[in-house]
């Protein structure tokens, strides 16, 4: 009769608990819960890793157990890319049905809007119909959905044109601006940074009203402005920077104000790139886990 040998069912005994740690990392390894980080759509690559980027990493920091993707609404936007920069990026549609084939059970999307406008009421009603592919899905809020959030993003504002604030220089804050009732919003964030800055504050939009001839309008009713300071208030901005703010067509408002005598300053760029702003989109999507 062989002799028991004690060493190799020890042995025996190390490889299959071996084996059996690994069978179930691997088992834990697999995610199960993704955030859509979503908007319409930023049409100049370079801005897109500083700020929807930006956004991105601080959800992967903030919550590492989770699938962090970027998708944009607009199909126009995302051919332009692909056609002019070779750059992919999916819609909601592709990425949603992408989660549930991969076995995503649970989905945050997380809107990258400064307003509850017309083009995200749509986009919240199309992911509501993917409802029944998951265990949960939640949509987060946008940027400015709470008192909190237009004292937050005024302060990012103030902080970035401190410098500017004198009696003699206007900043004018340049928003997108919406069909929806909720584009009196802006002139709510006009009376929000006024309270809490030192600086002659301006807010107007680039598509709806107040527009950047009425806010010239309210600019010569102080003899003192001799200067003007643009900001945009939009999280990436791409073109609407590029163009229709800082561009060189007469109708951009850059252009204009010069065209009035003015000394105009344009700063390019998203808050997007801004810390405080990324973490605002990172306490929203907390609060609907």
Known sequence: M???????????????AMAGFTMSCKRADVCTKEI???????????TIPETLGGIEKQLKKNYPEYKVEICFTSDHIIKYLKETSNYTVKNMDQTLNEAAESGIEEVIVQ??????????????QNVMTYKSK???????????????????????VIKRTSEYACPDTA???????????????????QEV???????????????TTPSVDDLIVELKKNSNIKNVVIIPLMIDGGSHIMHDIAGDDEDSWKSKFLSKGYNVKCINEGLGIHDEIQKIFVRHTKEVM
Request: charged letters at 25%; one cysteine or more; glycine letters at 8%.
């Open 193 to 207: 940074i006024r309270r809490r800055g030192q600086g002659l504050y301006y807010v107007g939009t680039v598509e």
């Open 134 to 156: 998951f265990k949960k899905l939640q949509v987060a809020d946008y940027l400015l959905a709470s008192n909190k959030d237009f004292e937050d993003v005024a302060d990012v």
């Open 111 to 124: 809107p990258i809007y400064f307003l509850n406008g017309v083009v995200l009421e749509s986009v919240v």
């Open 171 to 189: 900043i004018c804050i340049a928003g997108h601006g919406t069909s929806a009732d909720t584009n009196s919003e802006y002139l709510k964030f």
């Open 2 to 16: 062989e002799r028991f040998n004690f060493r190799k069912y020890e042995m025996l005994l190390i490889f299959a």
């Open 36 to 46: 859509v980080v979503c908007c319409y759509g930023a049409d100049v690559k370079k």
